[in-house]
């Protein structure tokens, strides 16, 4: 199949921008089934944004009625490693740090 250049119209900032044959042939070689609906600097911006509100929501304590997830003090049952956990603990189930419940839980698929 022969790719030839197509100027497209970027849905956020509305100018006009090429997709390349290269590009193209790219997308199909990937499975690709849409046009992009967005130049390269708005698809950065977007992809910096999603980057940028991921890591505020992972480091930031939660301001959107959510409050901050409370940590208590245990001590790992296995390597007697004190560690914390966000639950209350209680007696009766193994408490582990984070290196022994890796080991616990086993492979991840």
Do not use: I
């Not at 100018?15 to 609906?37: D, I, K, L, M, N």
């Not at 980057?51 to 001590?75: F, I, K, L, N």
């Not at 790992?76 to 956990?85: A, F, L, S, Y």
């Amino acid at each position: 199949m022969s790719f030839v250049d197509k100027t497209l119209t970027c849905r956020d900032c509305g100018q006009t921008f090429v997709w390349t044959a290269g590009e193209q042939e790219f997308y199909q070689s990937r499975g690709f089934q849409h046009e992009p609906a967005r130049c390269r600097n708005c698809r950065n911006a977007r992809k910096a944004e999603r980057a940028g509100s991921a890591a505020d929501a992972a480091t930031t304590p939660r301001g959107s009625g959510r409050s901050q997830r409370e940590m208590y003090p245990a001590v790992c049952d296995e390597c007697g490693k004190p560690t914390m956990v966000p639950f209350q603990p209680t007696s009766g189930k193994p408490l582990y740090c984070s290196e022994c419940f890796e080991r616990h839980r086993g492979p991840r698929y």
